[in-house]
């Protein structure tokens, strides 16, 4: 079984990244664990042309495809996002935006192979939880028109830095146990 965890924010050595570290490392004797940056990859903007309600591709080629394989590959996703202005950076919403052939609210659409779980991470600076569970929010939409089910989440405040995270292992061992 493999598992993807994937860093939605473009900093690699951050508080998302040591969460990301941290779950890779707690769920790597159970899955073959991948983790990945959103920035690894290169991809254009989606331009909303609906061509893919059509014909279920897009007219762009470039790294979505590699990220889509990522996914195709795993049975377990976990998408961590910090916060940036209230929502998820603007280069996994991109991303997001550019999977649109394989959702499933028009046909013909692209699909993954069904029965995957995803688990959805949010963390922020600012003291309170309802703007992590818009994050969460997101990311489980997605999950949702992909047809992945969303069987966990977490929200962190008060997290900036890598230093900022260890306080909440337990939470996200315990979310780990789920996976
Ligand atoms: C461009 C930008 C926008 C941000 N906007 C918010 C925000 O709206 N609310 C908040 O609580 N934190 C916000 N933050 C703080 C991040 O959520 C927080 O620092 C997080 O730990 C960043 O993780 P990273 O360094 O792994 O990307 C923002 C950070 C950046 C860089």
């Keep these: 079984m493999n598992a993807l965890v994937i860093n939605c924010s473009p900093v690699r050595n951050g508080a998302t990244a040591e969460i990301v570290g941290m779950i890779s490392s707690a769920?790597?004797?159970?899955?073959?664990?991948?983790?990945?940056?959103?920035?690894?990859?290169?991809?254009?903007?989606?331009?909303?042309?609906?061509?893919?309600?059509?014909?279920?591709?897009?007219?762009?080629?470039?790294?979505?495809?590699?990220?889509?394989?990522?996914?195709?590959?795993?049975?377990?996703?976990?998408?961590?996002?910090?916060?940036?202005?209230?929502?998820?950076?603007?280069?996994?919403?991109?991303?997001?935006?550019?999977?649109?052939?394989?959702?499933?609210?028009?046909?013909?659409?692209?699909?993954?192979?069904?029965?995957?779980?995803?688990?959805?991470?949010?963390?922020?600076?600012?003291p309170n939880m309802p703007e992590c569970e818009r994050l969460i929010g997101s990311i489980e939409h997605f999950y949702g028109h992909l047809e992945i089910e969303c069987t966990g989440h977490l929200g962190m405040v008060s997290v900036e830095y890598k230093e900022d995270v260890e306080k909440y292992r337990d939470q996200i061992l315990a979310l780990c146990e789920k996976m």
């Design 27 to 126: 769920i790597a004797g159970k899955y073959d664990t991948k983790s990945v940056c959103i920035d690894d990859y290169t991809f254009s903007f989606c331009k909303g042309c609906r061509s893919c309600h059509k014909t279920a591709k897009c007219v762009q080629k470039d790294d979505v495809d590699l990220l889509m394989n990522e996914f195709e590959n795993a049975d377990v996703i976990v998408c961590v996002a910090p916060s940036y202005w209230a929502d998820i950076p603007g280069q996994f919403k991109a991303f997001v935006d550019r999977v649109t052939p394989w959702c499933n609210t028009h046909e013909p659409h692209a699909t993954i192979p069904s029965g995957k779980r995803g688990f959805a991470v949010a963390l922020r600076t600012g």
